[in-house]
């Protein structure tokens, strides 16, 4: 009987090692996902309404954007001259794929993908993808605003 | 002797109020800085002499590296490949400058700039500047690791 009992409890064993390794296996959500997926939400259909105000209040005030080809913005009003500016450039169609979002403390840093759309005034439209990380900083209060912006290109750019 | 008193209490109050302002104004070492730093130098350290096997050391197991012109590499052999490829290209005498460092938990995030000098086989060296973003991940043990690093171009491209 006692034998029985000691060869029952080894044979479970396996089973239960096998279940802990497929739980820890399994994606795990990071906490800031949902928020850094809204405001992300947030932040394209702001944008590609044009309501550009919106879209620089997602900011934290001591955000730094580093767009390509130029030196860092900083501060809200600065970053909302550049959204605007690139908006008139044509821009239009943005959409984020988040593919991982890792916090700690109040960070959170997102790895994604942007799609975007560029017409520019009586030119053809072309579609165009860059690659980012955006930093977002849990503010007093618990806001989650964006604190670094940056982002550059996929393909080698036309000779 | 009353009303002197409160008389007293108040004439102090804004002294105290502009000491505090001071105080909060003062430049505060973010506590992740000396780490940064320091992993800074050892990268530009590594990388100059050719040893990029160390330079590929200090990327975490998980890191994503965002080169401009090209998707993303992750992990740290292939990391190892891309920044092999780019001091066989011809990159030299890279420099980095540490503009900002914000640390919450186990996460650091480094803005700053990238000075190096690119001399292709046969060809006349160019000074170039970069910006960047650096997000490091302490692990456990306590080590600061490069988790997430992009960066790109300062001035407009020649056309």
Partial sequence: MRRNRVHSFLAA???????????????????ARAPVEKHGAAFTDAFNRGDIAAVAALYSDDA???PPDGDMVQGRSAIEALWKGTRDAGMKDLAFTVLDVHSSGNLAVEAGKADFKMQPANQAESSQTVKYVVVWKREKGG???VFR???????????
């Fill in 149 to 159: 912006d940056i982002w550059n290109s996929m393909a080698p750019a036309p000779k």
């Fill in 13 to 31: 064993l396996p089973l239960v090692l096998l279940n802990s390794a497929s739980f820890a296996e399994a994606p795990k959500a990071d906490p």
């Fill in 143 to 145: 806001a989650w605003k």
């Fill in 64 to 66: 730094l954007v580093f």
